[in-house]
């Protein structure tokens, strides 16, 4: 089992910029494919970025592609979401999960069993 907690989350204007850190309580390097999901108000939470397992291979949302990028440092047991150029659409919950899936960038909710709390992101236009 491993226990995630995010930060990083705030308010920030059209154009700013953001990182999310999301710091996993064991060794995940090998183990577990790391991925960004998103809640924005009235909506269904959705996939955002993942980074696999092992040779760093990521996968994005076509609206944030260009904007986000997904890393993972393992040495501290921690995974990043840097995000530029951030828009009011951005505003969302984050969440940060783990993936024991065997694919190599899993992009489904199912596949992920385990969840940090989230962290907040606003964009103000």
């Known amino acids: 089992q491993v226990h995630l907690v995010e930060s990083g989350g705030g308010l920030v204007q059209a154009g700013g910029s953001l990182r999310l850190s999301c710091a996993a309580s064991r060794r995940t390097a090998s183990s577990y494919a790391m991925g960004w999901f998103r809640r924005a108000p009235g909506k269904e939470r959705e996939f955002v970025a993942v980074?696999?397992?092992?040779?760093?291979?990521?996968g994005y949302v076509e609206s944030v592609k260009g904007r986000f990028t997904i890393s993972r440092d393992d040495a501290k047991n921690t995974v990043y979401l840097q995000m530029n150029s951030l828009k009011p659409e951005d505003t969302a919950v984050y969440y940060c999960?783990?993936?024991?899936?065997?694919?190599?960038?899993?992009?489904?909710?199912?596949?992920?069993?385990?969840w940090g709390q989230g962290t907040q992101v606003t964009v103000s236009s």
């Open positions: 999960a783990a993936s024991e899936s065997l694919l190599n960038t899993p992009r489904w909710e199912y596949q992920y069993a385990y």
């Open positions: 980074i696999n397992k092992s040779d760093g291979r990521t």
